[in-house]
RNA sequence: GCCCGGGUGGUGGAAUUGGUAGACACGCAGGACUUAAAAUCCUGUGGAUAGUAAUAUCUGUACGGGUUCAACUCCCGUCCCGGGUACCA
C-alpha cells in the first residue's frame, strides 16, 4: 500500500479492474432478484456539466448499494441524440448534425468513465441511429391503425422573414431570436397521438406511484386537469347556427353577459368579413407566439363581433366579443363569460363596459362587493328563476338536466391534457414514416420499408430542414398504388425518443422486433432518477408510451418507474451582453470575472477576455443555451472522481437544488487523504484480532457503538431516504472518534479494524476507487464490489444511560442523565431536582408535566 | 397568469413522526510543527448582555398573524427566489 493517497493511479488502477473483470455487465438470472436503477440519458451537448455529475453520481450510488444488498443489478447508459443544439452548431459552425452529435458523445462518454460509473456499457444506444428509431417509426405505425394517431392543423410560431418555424426558445420577447422580426401564429397540418384516450388511466394510476414523490403526481395530477363541467349551446340571433361552449360552472349560467371567441373561431372569421376593425383586430391577435406563459400574461383584449347570441334559457341576447385569450383548439374555442364569478371575466368585463350580473351569493350569507372583484367560490343561487335557492352542485346537476331535455346541452368530462403533436419541422430527428399519394392519402410506410433513414451527409444553406428540398428523400412511390408519392419530411419530437429509451435498454441489440421477453424481465425500472424539470412532460409521456408497449403486447407492467427521485437543478449565474437588436450573448462562468459585495454577492462582473462589463443574469439551471454549464473535468483532473462525487454528493440532499460553487472541494479531497492515511497508519501497525465484546473498556464500547449507530443510520440514509449528504457526515464523525481514539491494545485495534472496515464498505458506493483499494488494505480478498452492505449489530448499541432535555414552560433550562429504562416518574423527579431547572420553579405552582421518553421532559408552570 | 417547490450562521447544509436550532463541512481567527512555506494537527466560531472563568440570561430559522405545554416543522396571509407552462431537453 502506498503511504499517500494519490487518486490519479488508484483511479486508474481501480478502472483497469473493473474492465478487465466486466464487472458491470448485467446478466439475465431468473434466480435473483433484479434490479434496474437507470438515470435520465443525457443529450450529448459537448461535454458534462455539474447536473449531470450529480444526476449519475446519484443513480451510481444507488446502484452499488443495491449490488452491495445482493441485487442483480443492470445500470445502462445512452444518449438522447436528436434534437435542436445539433442544428444550431449545424448552421453556426457547417458541420453537419450527425458528426457534430457523434463527436460530442465520444467525448462525454471518456467523461463518464472518467468518473467510474458503473454502466454496463455493452447496453449503449444513441437515439439517432437507426436501429433504434426503426422501432418507433414501426410503433407509430402500428398507432396509426389501430387509431391512436391523427393528423390536424394546429399552431407554430412562425417567422415570416425566414420563413420557418421557430420553437418557443428561439422567440424572445415575441421576436425571433436571429432576425428579430416579430412573429406570427401560423396554422399548419400536423400529428398527434392521442393521449387523451389514456388522460384516466394516466390520472387514475397516480394514486398507485407510491414511490415517486408527492409533489411530481400532483403536478402531473394537475396538468392532466380531469374536470368535470357542461357543454352548452348557445344560438346565434339571425342565423340560428349554434354556439357550443364548455363550461365547469354551469351553476353560474343565469350570469352570462357575453361570450367571447377565440380569434380563428368562424364566428371572429365572419365578422372580419363585415367589419375591416374587426379584420385589424384579428390580425393584431395574431402576431404572438404559441407559448402558454405568454398568451398568459399577455394585456388581454378584445372587440364586439357586432353579433348576438341567444341565452339558452333565458332567452336575452348577450353580445359576442372576440378576445385574445380564447385559444382556437383547446375545447370550443368560445367561453361564455360571467363576470360576477369569474376573475378574468371580470377584469375584461369593467374593461369593456360589459354587464355584471350576480347570481350566487355566499353559504354564509355574507356581503360581496362585486365593484372590488369577482366573487369565484360556490354558494347559493339567486336570481336564477326556478334555480334560485339550490347550492352550485345542486344547480349544477339541475341546469345540466334542463339544457339536455331541451336538447342545448350536456354534462362532459373535459381534460386539460391535450393531445400530443409529434410534428416538427425540423431536420434532426426519426423521420415521420408516413407517405402522401395524391391517390391514396396517407399511407404508413409498410414495415419491410422501415427504417425510414434520415440521410446524415448534409448541408444547411439556410435555417431550413434540408431534406424538405431533397427530391432522393422524399420522392417515393405509393405502397399501396405504386404510383408516384411524397414522403413526409417532418420529423418526431424529440420526446418520442426519450419515452421508451428505458425499455430499449432490456434489449438494445434486437434487430427483429422493439423489444423482446428480456423486457418483462428488467422491467419495470425499479429506481428512475432525474431532474426535475422533467416532472410533467418526459414523465408523462414515458407513462404513455409504456401503456402503448403495453398494448401492443410488448410488456406485461402498467407503469415503466416503480420509484422516482427527482433531482434539484445544479443552477448557476448566467452573464450576457445584449447586442443593439436585442440578442443576448451568453459568456460561461469561468470566462467571467465577478465583483462581489462585502456578503459574497455579485454585484458586476467584467469578461476576463476584454475587461469589460457584462450583465448579470438570473441563476438558473446549467444549459447550453445560457452558457451557464460548469464542466467538471477540471475538477477531476485536480483532484480525482471519488472527490468529485464525494463533493456533490455531500453538497446538499439530492432533491433540493444546488447554486454551483466549488468551495468546500478542499474538505472533501481532505477528508480521503485522512482516511487514507489513517488506513495506512493502522495496517502498518500489524493484523488485528477478533472482538471480544465481552472484555471491551469502556471506551472500546464506546467506539464500537457509534460504529453501529453509524451503520445503522446510513443504511438508512442511503437505502430509504437518499440522503447521502448526512450518510457521509455520519462517517465523517465516525473517523474523526477513530483518529482520537487511543488504544494499541489487541482489543483496541480489533474495535479500529471493525471500524475502518464498515467505513470503507458504507462509503465504496460513493468512492468506489479509494474504496477498492482501502478494502484489499484491510486484507480482504475479495474485491469490495462482492463484499455485503455491513449489517448493525443491536448488542453493540446497547446504552446504559441517555441526556434528556429539561424545559420549563417550553424553554430549555437544563440536560440531565437518566437511565434509558427509566419510567416517566423517575424522569420527572431527576427533571425536577436539576439545579438550573429548581431556579426556575422556584415558588411557582407546576400545572403539568410532559414527559416524551428518551427526549424530553416540559414542566409548565403558573405565573410569568 | 396558472401549477409545483424553496427561503435556517460569513458559506453549503443538519434537525427523519411537532420535542435540546445550527450536526458535518467550508471559510475565518488563534495555536502547534517548520529556518520558512505548503501539508498536517489542536482550539474557538449565530448575535447580544453579564461574568476572571466554568457558565447563565435574552434573542434568533424570509416577513406578519394563529394553533400548541412545545413550531424551522402545522394553519392563514404577504414578499422574494427557482422549476414547469405542451417546439430547450
Known sequence: MQESYLPEQVERDTQAYWEQHQSFRAVEDATKEKFYCLAMFPYPSGRLHMGHVRNYTIGD??????????????????????????????????????????????????????????????????????????????????????????????????????????????????????????????DIPQWFMKITAYADELLDELDNLSGWPEQVRTMQRNW????????????????????????????????????????????????????????????????????????????????????????????????????????????????????????????????????????????????????????????????????????????????????????????????????????????????????????????????????????????????????????????????????????????????????????????????????????????????????????????????????????????????????????????????????????????????????????GRAVSAVLKRDGDAVRLGNIEKMSKSKNNGVDPQQLINEYGADTARLFIMFAAPPEQSLEWSDAGVEGAFRFLKRLWRIVYEHVQAGSAVAIQPAVLTDKQRILRRQTHETIRKCTDDMGRRFTFNTAIAAVMELLNAVSKFDDDSDQGRAVVRETLAATVLILAPIVPHIAHQLWQALGHDQPVLQAAWPLADDAAMVRDTVEIAVQVNGKLRGRIQIASDADRKQAETAALAEENVKRFLDGKAIIKVIVVPGKIVNIVVAGP
Open 224 to 599: 392532466i386537469g380531469r374536470s368535470a363541467g357542461v357543454d352548452v349551446v348557445f344560438t346565434i340571433a339571425h342565423s340560428g347556427e349554434p354556439l357550443k361552449v364548455f363550461t365547469t360552472r354551469p351553476d353560474t349560467l343565469l350570469g352570462v353577459t357575453y361570450l367571447a371567441v377565440a380569434p380563428e373561431h368562424p364566428v371572429a372569421q365572419r365578422a372580419a368579413k363585415k367589419y375591416a376593425n374587426v379584420a385589424a383586430f384579428i390580425h393584431d391577435c395574431a402576431q404572438v407566439g404559441t407559448a402558454e406563459a405568454v398568451v398568459e400574461t399577455m394585456e388581454k383584449k378584445g372587440i364586439d363581433t357586432g353579433l348576438l347570441a341567444v341565452h339558452p334559457i333565458t332567452g336575452d341576447h348577450l353580445p359576442i366579443f372576440i378576445a385574445n385569450f380564447v385559444l382556437m383548439g383547446y375545447g370550443e374555442g368560445a367561453v361564455m363569460s360571467v363576470p360576477a364569478h369569474d376573475q378574468r371575466d371580470w377584469e375584461f368585463a369593467r374593461q369593456y363596459g360589459l354587464p355584471v350580473r350576480q347570481v350566487i351569493t355566499p353559504i354564509d350569507a355574507t356581503q360581496v362587493d362585486l365593484r372590488v372583484r369577482a366573487f369565484t367560490d360556490k354558494g347559493v343561487l339567486i336570481h336564477s328563476g326556478a334555480f334560485s335557492g339550490m347550492t352550485s352542485a345542486q344547480a349544477f346537476e339541475a341546469i345540466a338536466t334542463h339544457l339536455q331535455k331541451q336538447h342545448k346541452g350536456s354534462k362532459r368530462t373535459t381534460y386539460r391534457l391535450r393531445d400530443w403533436g409529434v410534428s416538427r419541422q425540423r431536420y434532426w430527428g426519426a423521420p415521420i414514416p408516413m407517405i402522401n399519394c395524391k391517390k391514396c392519402g396517407v399511407v404508413p410506410v409498410p414495415d419491410a420499408q422501415l427504417p425510414v433513414v434520415l440521410p446524415e451527409d448534409v448541408k444547411f444553406d439556410g435555417v431550413a430542414s434540408p431534406i424538405k428540398k431533397m427530391a432522393k428523400f422524399y420522392k417515393t412511390t405509393c405502397p399501396q398504388c405504386g404510383g408516384a408519392a411524397q414522403r413526409e419530411t417532418d420529423t418526431f419530437d424529440t420526446f418520442m425518443e426519450s419515452s421508451w429509451y428505458f425499455a430499449r435498454f432490456t434489449g438494445p441489440d434486437n434487430q427483429r422486433g422493439m423489444l423482446d421477453k428480456r423486457a418483462d424481465y428488467w422491467l419495470p425500472v425499479d429506481q428512475y432518477i432525474g431532474g426535475i424539470e422533467h416532472a410533467i412532460l418526459h414523465l408523462l409521456y414515458a407513462r404513455f408510451y409504456h401503456k402503448l408497449m403495453r398494448d401492443v403486447g410488448l410488456v406485461r407492467s402498467a407503469e415503466p418507474f416503480t420509484r422516482l427521485l427527482t433531482q434539484g437543478m445544479v443552477v448557476a449565474p448566467t452573464f450576457y451582453r445584449e447586442t443593439m437588436d436585442n440578442k443576448k450573448t451568453y459568456f460561461g462562468p469561468a470566462d467571467v470575472h465577478e465583483n462581489c459585495d462585502e456578503r
Open 61 to 186: 450510488v444507488i446502484s452499488r448499494y443495491q449490488r452491495m444488498q445482493g441485487k442483480n443489478v443492470l445500470q445502462p447508459m445512452g444518449w438522447d441524440a436528436f434534437g435542436l443544439p445539433a442544428e444550431n452548431a449545424a448552421i453556426q459552425n457547417n458541420v453537419p448534425p450527425a458528426t457534430w452529435t457523434r463527436a460530442n458523445i465520444d467525448y462525454m462518454r471518456t467523461q463518464l468513465k472518467r468518473l467510474g460509473l458503473g454502466y454496463d456499457w455493452s447496453r449503449e444506444l444513441a437515439t439517432c441511429n437507426p436501429e433504434y428509431y426503426h422501432w418507433e417509426q414501426w410503433l407509430f405505425t402500428r398507432l396509426y391503425k389501430k387509431g391512436l394517431v391523427y393528423k390536424k392543423t394546429s399552431p407554430v410560431n412562425w417567422c415570416p422573414h425566414d420563413m420557418t418555424v421557430l420553437a418557443n426558445e428561439q422567440v424572445v420577447d415575441g421576436r425571433c431570436w436571429r432576425c428579430d422580426t416579430t412573429v406570427e401564429r401560423k
